[in-house]
């Protein structure tokens, strides 16, 4: 169920962004930022969620009346283990214990959607969360936390739940369009596990960037799951990565490691609560993207002499 | 004379329908209101041949709001229709309060029918409750449809009666009764009966459920749900009438509120109801097929779209409009802002919260300037709309048409890019707009 405080949009007072040099939080930042939202982006450097201190630092750096966006994990590259697994629950810990003792006009927790069974196969909101790895336990274990540290204080709470994320920069590299982009342009191949036939939701950051935007104008409460509403394959998205591609890209079929597997969102929350929301095609998206990190590559490139 | 207590749907169908069979009715109900414009003739409901019906029976029945007129009755009827709240959950208070007007008025020996929708369980203990007024106390299962209520009132196909003692002949004056309609009468336990209703509902919801995931799959293969409709209807095991015709979900209350009673008594009995739960889950999935559809092709890339609305009742031939698809899908329209021309043929819809709601007195009317149009009720009369005219004052294409009421050939003929459930659309990618 995702309501909102306010049909009509009222901008936030400020907009405090935990994780804010991360791929989202980066995202996040530029695009309130273009829409003259105040923002304070703090990232590790500015508090280091691991340590206890961060509780009192925060107290410090954020104000009664912000709006508060959690962005801030260990992601699976990081590490899919028990330690990465316990320092994010940390981490969660320490926000927790902020949370319970400053009143905030909203918060936003960036979940995501590795908190439902991965065997599910149409997923809404309303599904069970099952999750089966250690990344989204841990999403999930953070959703309870920071629903009951705000409970007191009854601030309201907007959980996002996206599927998998592309846009120019992702650093995680993993299977999917960003490593299709990067393999294409820099080898000339995209390799695909079995023919690649495995479907999945995926989603161009700006719209998750926009859709959080749109929560916060809204003082949106409870859980949104943000996806396309249309799977494709793996192998359509490297046909289609190839296909923009200004050399030949060869794709290449590895032996799959595991059984295939589909994954689609019932996207009916998203559309009824924001009707409007024009939601990026992928070639749309992946051309953007595609756009990005070659405006990156020459703005990095050494100048010959 | 048979009387009959509490004039909602249910009642004011039943007793017009028992008065037609020739029977002297009281039809009592404490609303004077209603009373008084029943006597003039005015139904508060829409049903096809009521108004028919109760002019031929007016000789025969008597609208009241005097209890004691039920004193006289050898029959008592308790049809008023029991109430559902946002959660489809039952509100008994009414047919309570209504059971002890009649209670007041019972003399010993009368039998009091439980027409309303009651769970198992309920009859038991009212019968219980009255051990001590020698009153026969029955339950009589009601299958009305809504939109072909007096048909189905007339023709029974039989009538599920639970009694304390199911070996024992009924009295006199109730069976004369049941004996007007002139079919089978299966006697049995009242739990048996109040549970034959959720079963008869229940089945409906598993074909109706059935049909809607195999006409979704439909959609993304290249199938067409109708090619296969009369593959399913010859099979004997499914039949004839069987509910095989695409829908958006459960709608009406009626099928939901039994679903919910199911649930509640499988969770205290401890018995499995997962498949209740996955039906629920469809339903709602379902409901979201027109949003999802004229999202994707009209909200999110037409700057300040109209769409037309075709139909606000939750089935033709209806006044009602309880989870009806429409109401919930003007519900997210009107609620972002989004304009919308409505009509329906029954309907008069007040909402001052929605400034950008209109309703109009024609189908016509209704797509003037739109960018899309939207058909949520089969009312009859829209199948014969004229599509040259549609196409004309349309300023979009699209026609979302879930159950197929306009002619496909006719919207290709006039470039009405018509949506139907069940049916593959052509475009490959309909987010691309």
Not at chain 2, 61 to 81: K, M, N, W
Not at chain 2, 354 to 374: I, K, N, Y
């Amino acid at each position: 169920m995702l309501t909102h405080a306010s049909e009509a949009p009222s901008r936030p007072r400020r907009v405090v962004v935990l994780g804010a040099s991360g791929f989202v939080g980066a995202d996040l930042i530029e695009h309130l930022r273009g829409h003259e939202v105040p923002t304070l982006p703090l990232s590790s450097a500015d508090v280091d969620l691991r340590q206890a201190e961060s509780v009192e630092r925060l107290v410090q750096l954020v104000d009664e009346g912000d709006s508060l966006v959690i962005v801030s994990a260990l992601t699976p590259d990081k590490g899919k283990d028990v330690k990465t697994f316990m320092a994010n629950l940390t981490m969660g810990a320490h926000v927790s214990a902020f949370l319970s003792r400053v009143r905030l006009a909203q918060v936003v927790y960036v979940s995501s959607d590795s908190v439902y069974d991965d065997q599910a196969s149409l997923i809404d909101e309303t599904t069970r969360c099952a999750p089966q790895t250690f990344h989204g336990l841990m999403h999930l274990a953070r959703e309870r936390m920071v629903t009951s540290a705000l409970q007191p204080l009854k601030t309201p709470l907007l959980i996002i739940r996206p599927s998998l994320l592309y846009g120019a920069r992702d650093s995680h590299n993993g299977y999917g369009p960003n490593r299709f982009l990067r393999s294409a342009r820099e080898e000339a191949r995209i390799e695909l596990f079995g023919q690649g036939e495995e479907t999945r939701d995926h989603v161009y950051i700006k719209d998750l960037s926009r859709l959080i935007g749109l929560g916060l104008l809204h003082g949106s409460q409870g859980v949104l799951n943000v996806a396309t509403g249309q799977s494709v394959s793996f192998r359509k998205v490297a046909e289609l990565v190839a296909s923009m591609a200004d050399h030949p890209v060869w794709i290449e079929c590895r032996p799959r490691t595991g059984p295939i597997s589909h994954r689609h969102f019932d996207i009916k929350t998203l559309l009824s609560r924001f009707p409007t929301f024009r939601l990026t095609p992928l070639q749309e998206g992946l051309a953007d993207t595609l756009r990005q990190m070659k405006a990156s590559a020459e703005k990095t490139m050494p100048i010959a002499v | 004379m048979i009387g009959f207590a509490g004039l909602s749907h249910l009642g004011i169908v039943s007793s017009i329908v028992a008065a037609s069979k020739g029977h002297d009715v009281v039809a009592f109900d404490p609303d004077v209101t209603r009373c008084e414009a029943l006597r003039r003739g005015q139904l508060p409901v829409v049903e096809p041949g009521l108004q028919e019906l109760l002019a031929s029976a007016r000789p025969r029945i008597r609208f009241t709001s005097d209890p004691q007129a039920l004193a006289a009755c050898a029959v008592v009827i308790c049809a008023e229709d029991v109430p559902t709240s946002v959660d489809n959950t039952s509100e008994f208070g009414p047919i309570n309060r209504l059971l002890d007007t009649v209670e007041q008025q019972a003399a010993p020996g009368m039998s009091v029918v439980v027409l309303s929708q009651v769970p198992p369980g309920f009859t038991r203990q009212l019968a219980r409750r009255w051990a001590d007024r020698r009153l026969e106390v029955f339950y009589q299962a009601e299958t009305l449809i809504f939109g072909q209520a007096v048909e189905r009132a007339l023709s029974p196909e039989r009538m599920i009666v639970g009694c304390a003692r199911p070996q024992q002949a009924l009295p006199e004056a109730y069976a004369n009764l049941l004996a007007s309609f002139s079919c089978p009468i299966l006697p049995m336990r009242y739990e048996s009966a109040e549970l034959a209703k959720i079963a008869i509902n229940m089945f409906l919801v598993s074909s109706v459920s059935t049909t809607n995931i195999l006409a979704e799959l439909c959609e993304a293969i290249g199938a067409d749900w109708s090619e296969i409709i009369p593959a399913l209807r010859l099979d004997a095991r499914i039949g004839p009438r069987a509910y095989v015709t695409p829908g958006l979900g459960l709608s009406g209350g009626n099928l939901e509120r039994d679903l919910s009673t199911f649930s509640r008594l499988a969770q205290a009995a401890g018995t499995d109801a997962r498949m209740v739960e996955a039906w629920l889950v469809n339903s709602a999935h379902r409901q979201g097929w027109v949003l999802t559809t004229l999202a994707r092709e009209v909200l999110s890339c037409q700057t300040d779209p109209m769409i037309a609305v075709w139909g606000l009742a939750y089935k033709p031939h209806t006044h009602s409009t309880k989870n009806s698809p429409a109401l919930a899908l003007l519900e997210t329209l009107s609620g972002s802002g989004i304009r919308v021309q409505a009509y329906d043929p029954a309907i008069r819809l007040t909402r001052p919260d929605w400034p950008r709601f209109t309703q109009v007195s024609t189908p016509l009317e209704a797509c003037g300037e739109a960018d899309a149009l939207a058909i949520l009720t089969s009312w009859p009369e829209f199948a014969s709309v004229d599509l040259t005219r549609v196409a004309r004052i349309m300023r979009g294409r699209l026609v979302i048409d879930p159950l197929g009421m306009l002619d496909p050939a006719g919207c290709q003929e006039t470039g009405l890019r018509q949506r139907r459930l069940g049916v593959p659309t052509l475009t490959e990618d309909p987010v691309l707009c």
